[in-house]
């Protein structure tokens, strides 16, 4: 027992000095160690999109594993349940990847079109409106006047720089080819995950299990049993009100007579995938699609949107993801903001359900620590 004392007081020191080195190099070489840490997550990342893409598909897995002859005991059934299941959640991704091709985008695309055809006039009849109420704005009447451009110069301009911004001196062919490569490989990964699973959860299991304190290994397995639940629930809250809030709009815009209604509909619904902002976001892409034909209609869309934003918000929300995400709105905000200053759409898109796993396993270490203090008293 004293020796066991006498090597913690030793091997405490020693660790100490080790992590203090390494963070002493981490800081002395950031820029190579920066450097380093993308080629390796440029490495495994088809291998880290594949993992996501099986993860995704897991939960469509869990649904039809509920609903497909559960308690069949039938033998055919038994030994094809596995297959049959990972290939219908297949199918409802490729149903679904094709009506965003048949549906959403080609209307995502006919309303930038629209937007595109449009906004010369809209801009060339703002100038006019300016110059005859300079003394309303005079800044902003000194600032357009600066660019001397009309609309479809413009236009062309931003053209240009997004062409600029997108693909600069990089080759398009060998980044579009190189983009496919990897999500053909994160794809194949993906689907092996999925047929063996079991085997790759039982060897992670057996590896926690030998180089594991039970302790942490516990803490580990809650964490991802929270991290779990919110990213799953996250997803299919976020699909299911994404669809609902399109199907809302667009009959709302038709019985209302807003124009471009099976356009600006589906838009709104598949930026909905955005939380909190996207719906908005599609909203203010209508809102100049409908200035261009009528303003007084524009503003009444503009009311429509809030009212079916507060409905949506306050009733359809609710029910449809509950309390299962767990995150107050400032927070949701909060990750947001966060996630994409850091990592963009994908953060935008991941922050939220990285969020609310933070948050939960905070509030459960709370709640435990609050609790033994208690007991202590």
Same mark, same amino acid.
């Given at each position: $027992?004293?020796?066991?004392?006498?090597?913690? !007081?030793?091997?405490?020191?020693?660790?100490?000095?080790?992590?203090?080195?390494?963070?002493?190099?981490?800081?002395?070489?950031?820029?190579?160690?920066?450097?380093?840490?993308?080629?390796?997550?440029?490495?495994?990342?088809?291998?880290?999109?594949?993992?996501?893409?099986?993860?995704?598909?897991?939960?469509?897995?869990?649904?039809?594993?509920?609903?497909?002859?559960?308690?069949?005991?039938?033998?055919?059934?038994?030994?094809?349940?596995? %297959?049959?299941?990972?290939?219908?959640?297949?199918?409802?991704?490729?149903?679904?990847?094709?009506?965003?091709?048949?549906? @959403?985008?080609?209307?995502?695309?006919?309303?930038?079109?629209?937007?595109?055809?449009?906004?010369?006039?809209?801009?060339?009849?703002?100038?006019?409106?300016?110059?005859?109420?300079?003394?309303?704005?005079?800044?902003?009447?000194?600032?357009?006047?600066?660019?001397?451009?009309?609309?479809?110069?413009?236009?062309?301009?931003?053209?240009?720089?997004?062409?600029?911004?997108?693909?600069?001196?990089?080759?398009?062919?060998?980044?579009?080819?190189?983009?496919?490569?990897?999500?053909?490989?994160?794809?194949?990964?993906?689907?092996?995950?999925?047929?063996?699973?079991?085997?790759?959860?039982?060897?992670?299991?057996?590896?926690?299990?030998?180089?594991?304190?039970?302790?942490?290994?516990?803490?580990?397995?809650?964490?991802?049993?929270?991290?779990?639940?919110?990213?799953?629930?996250?997803? +299919?809250?976020?699909?299911?009100?994404?669809? +609902?809030?399109?199907?809302?709009?667009?009959?709302?815009? $038709?019985?209302?007579?807003?124009?471009?209604?099976?356009?600006?509909?589906?838009?709104?619904?598949?930026?909905?995938? @955005?939380?909190?902002?996207?719906?908005?976001?599609?909203?203010?892409?209508?809102?100049?699609?409908?200035?261009?034909?009528?303003?007084?209609?524009?503003?009444?869309?503009?009311?429509?949107?809030?009212?079916?934003?507060?409905?949506? %918000?306050?009733?359809?929300?609710? !029910?449809?993801?509950?309390?299962?995400?767990?995150?107050?709105?400032?927070?949701?905000?909060?990750?947001?903001?966060?996630?994409?200053?850091?990592?963009? +759409?994908?953060? +935008?898109?991941?922050?939220?359900?990285?969020?609310?796993?933070?948050? !939960?396993?905070?509030?459960?270490?709370?709640?435990?620590?609050?609790?033994?203090?208690?007991?202590?008293?």
């Amino acid at each position: $027992m004293n020796r066991r004392v006498e090597h913690t !007081k030793l091997h405490n020191p020693v660790k100490l000095i080790i992590w203090a080195g390494v963070i002493l190099l981490v800081v002395l070489n950031f820029s190579g160690v920066v450097t380093l840490c993308r080629q390796i997550f440029g490495v495994f990342y088809p291998l880290l999109l594949g993992a996501a893409i099986a993860y995704v598909l897991n939960i469509l897995v869990a649904g039809y594993d509920k609903i497909y002859f559960p308690e069949s005991r039938n033998r055919f059934i038994k030994s094809t349940r596995k %297959g049959t299941i990972i290939i219908l959640a297949l199918l409802t991704v490729v149903l679904i990847l094709a009506l965003l091709l048949r549906v @959403i985008i080609p209307q995502f695309i006919e309303s930038t079109r629209l937007l595109i055809a449009g906004f010369p006039a809209m801009y060339d009849n703002f100038l006019i409106w300016l110059h005859r109420n300079a003394d309303l704005l005079p800044g902003l009447k000194q600032q357009i006047t600066a660019l001397n451009m009309d609309g479809e110069t413009l236009i062309k301009k931003g053209f240009t720089l997004i062409s600029n911004w997108a693909f600069g001196t990089v080759s398009l062919i060998g980044s579009v080819f190189s983009k496919l490569t990897n999500y053909l490989i994160a794809i194949i990964f993906g689907v092996y995950l999925l047929f063996g699973k079991e085997q790759v959860k039982s060897n992670f299991s057996k590896l926690f299990d030998t180089y594991m304190r039970p302790q942490r290994r516990e803490k580990l397995y809650e964490g991802l049993r929270t991290a779990d639940e919110a990213f799953s629930s996250y997803i +299919i809250g976020q699909f299911k009100e994404a669809v +609902i809030l399109g199907v809302l709009c667009t009959l709302g815009m $038709m019985i209302f007579g807003f124009p471009y209604a099976s356009t600006i509909g589906p838009v709104i619904g598949f930026t909905a995938l @955005i939380p909190l902002v996207g719906a908005y976001i599609g909203a203010g892409l209508g809102f100049l699609l409908i200035v261009m034909v009528d303003p007084v209609k524009a503003l009444g869309f503009i009311v429509f949107i809030i009212v079916l934003q507060q409905i949506e %918000g306050n009733l359809i929300y609710p !029910k449809v993801v509950g309390d299962t995400i767990g995150l107050p709105g400032i927070w949701v905000f909060a990750a947001i903001i966060v996630g994409g200053g850091l990592l963009g +759409i994908a953060g +935008i898109l991941l922050g939220v359900p990285v969020a609310a796993t933070i948050y !939960k396993l905070l509030a459960k270490d709370v709640q435990n620590r609050d609790r033994l203090v208690r007991s202590e008293e």
